[in-house]
């Protein structure tokens, strides 16, 4: 579990599959996705990531409030590291990526997430760049990518997964190595 001034960021819990499901049925939430996802498809989802935390240490973490009122509202969502599929045109890659629930969005939970993540990509892990993909026409999660430090690498490509001609298919590719995050920790 990785601790920040107001959230975890730890593993899946069996309680945060049906509020993970709302996040992925709701459209703003999933505004520069293909689709909205299915109960069944979140679950997999979900699954996979409790999968990989388990095996590897680390993955895309549920993100808990410290000071949530139930149980029921601690999870808003998730953020962590992945490897990037291998038919990206810049894999193999670790890219880091969030999705909260819109109830928690302008809070500057996702930064301070994000930046828990970064500082496990470089301390713990150890490794020397870290990247970011989304949508061109994502502008939210490309200011949050500027606000961590990540600079635009100009290398947009289109998303292998979708038609060339898709709305969301341009994406822009931002990094950040491990010397530009330490200097701004300093």
């Known amino acids: 579990m990785i601790a920040t001034k107001r959230l975890y960021l730890r593993q899946w819990q069996a309680s945060d599959f ?39 240490g680390w993955g895309f973490w549920a993100v ?21 599929h291998a038919d990206m045109p810049f894999a193999p890659a670790v890219e880091i990526g969030w999705r909260l629930h819109k109830d928690y969005w302008g809070l500057g939970y996702a930064t301070e997430a994000a930046q828990a993540a970064l500082r496990y990509a470089f301390e713990v892990l150890e490794l020397s760049e870290v990247v970011a993909f989304t949508a061109v026409i994502n502008k939210r999660s490309q200011k949050l990518m500027q606000r961590l430090g990540k600079t635009d690498t100009q290398d947009n490509f289109y998303h292998p997964m979708l038609n ?12 950040i190595t491990r010397q530009q995050w330490q200097a701004l920790i300093v």
């Open 64 to 84: 808990a409030r410290k000071d949530g009122a139930t149980k029921s509202d601690d999870f808003i969502g998730m953020v962590g590291l992945n490897n990037a």
């Open 164 to 175: 060339d001609k898709h709305p969301l298919a341009e994406h822009v590719l931002y990094k």
């Open 18 to 56: 049906a509020p993970f499901a709302e996040m992925n049925a709701n459209s703003k939430v999933m505004e520069y996705f293909p689709k909205l996802l299915t109960p069944a498809l979140s679950n997999t989802i979900a699954n996979k990531c409790q999968k990989l935390i388990e095996e590897h």
